[in-house]
């Protein structure tokens, strides 16, 4: 069964430096969203991408945060100057089409610590 | 805006006896329902979804949910649980009338099924 990959699995930084965090999405999946649980907490919405341009984002994707699709199979989430608080598990999600009934299917995450 | 609360942090449950894990959701339209499984060092793995129809949801691994209109709840059960099933478990959901396609999740709930 087809599944979403996220590499690498733990990744560990200082304040201030940029990291990059890897997704390859479902093959034939066309919406790509990107979501972070700092422990302890929710699974919250930072944005989603369709069609190479963001179709949604919440108040956390601030200018520090870029997605980008570099080519056919990746996903990235860049954040540019790292802080404390972004210390989180970062979950990649993708989903065939853009309607609201698609089931998004999620990636194993990626544990970002921030020191 | 839409929210969706866990009332139970933890579920405690004795393998083979029935298993529910509550779920209550508030939406300005009609929501679209969802239910996650989380194991360790795994990523969130879908379980079933409620879209229209059939109030009764049949998922993976035996689970099913019930949407409850009225009383805007979405919980989801088991018949007889398995120690296996111990993870955790979240709720999820979009609103229909919400732009986007964003989730919105609960807080989680830890099963622990004991022998």
């Known amino acids: 069964e087809p599944e979403v990959t996220q590499t690498p699995s733990h990744q560990v930084t200082q304040m201030g430096q940029e990291v990059i965090l890897r997704c390859v999405p479902i093959s034939n999946h066309l919406y790509f969203y990107w979501y972070r649980q700092i422990l302890g907490q929710k699974v919250e919405f930072l944005v989603s991408?369709?069609?190479?341009?963001?179709?949604?984002k919440s108040e956390i994707f601030d200018d520090q945060f870029s997605v980008e699709r570099p080519d056919g199979s990746n996903f990235t989430l860049k954040i540019r100057s790292t802080k404390l608080e972004d210390s989180a598990m970062y979950f990649c999600?993708?989903?065939?089409?853009?309607?609201?009934?698609?089931?998004?299917?999620f990636g194993p995450g990626t544990r970002l610590l921030v020191l | 805006a839409q929210s969706v609360a866990q009332p139970e942090d933890q579920v405690n449950v004795a393998e083979g006896n029935p298993l529910t894990v509550k779920c209550t959701y508030s939406v300005s339209g009609n929501p679209y329902l969802f239910w996650y499984v989380q194991y360790p060092n795994r990523g969130l793995q879908f379980l079933l979804k409620?879209?229209?129809?059939?109030?009764l949801v049949k998922g993976s691994y035996g689970f099913e949910a019930e949407f409850n209109k009225s009383q805007t709840s979405f919980h989801l059960k088991k018949p007889s649980a398995l120690v296996s099933d111990s993870a955790l478990y979240f709720c999820?959901?979009?609103?229909?009338?919400?732009?986007?396609?964003?989730?919105?999740f609960g807080g989680g709930t830890r099963v622990l099924v004991k022998p």
């Open positions: 999820a959901v979009r609103d229909t009338k919400a732009a986007g396609n964003k989730l919105t």
């Open positions: 991408f369709y069609n190479n341009e963001i179709s949604e």
């Open positions: 409620y879209i229209t129809g059939d109030n």
């Open positions: 999600a993708s989903s065939v089409l853009a309607g609201g009934v698609e089931t998004q299917y």
